[in-house]
């Protein structure tokens, strides 16, 4: 999988920092990390774009999830042109898997397993 991991610097001193009053460092993608990432994948079903937000508590070292995010996943300026194509070709893999499957046009796709059958 790809994976990126940066954080988000504050240029204004406070803790709490959004685009535009921060910028983005890129940071080792560490086995923690990765496994955060694969735990969330595996907690949604194998969901394959996604970010883990976390925080870093200066007082303690500590690093706590925030929350997880699907296709609302924020970008690095720096990379998004790369992490877009590398969204866009997984999409097209896995577009192209269901076509030859000839699944793309049924009227009752194929339904995850871990969410059952299909209601009546």
Do not use: C
Request: aromatic content about 6%; glycine content about 8%; charged content about 20%.
């Amino acid at each position: 999988p790809h994976i990126r991991a940066f954080k988000r610097v504050t240029l204004s001193g406070a803790w709490k920092t959004n685009t535009g009053s921060s910028h983005l460092e890129d940071v080792e993608v560490t086995p923690k990390y990765r496994r955060w990432a694969e735990a969330a994948s595996q907690m949604f079903g194998g969901l394959e774009i996604l970010t883990v937000d976390a925080l870093h508590q200066a007082s303690d070292g500590e690093e706590y999830i925030l929350e997880v995010n699907g296709t609302s996943s924020g970008l690095s300026p720096a990379h998004a042109d790369e992490d877009n194509a590398q969204m866009a070709q997984l999409v097209l893999e896995r577009l192209n898997a269901l076509h030859a499957q000839g699944v793309l046009f049924r009227e009752d796709p194929p339904r995850p397993a871990h969410l059952g059958p299909y209601p009546e």
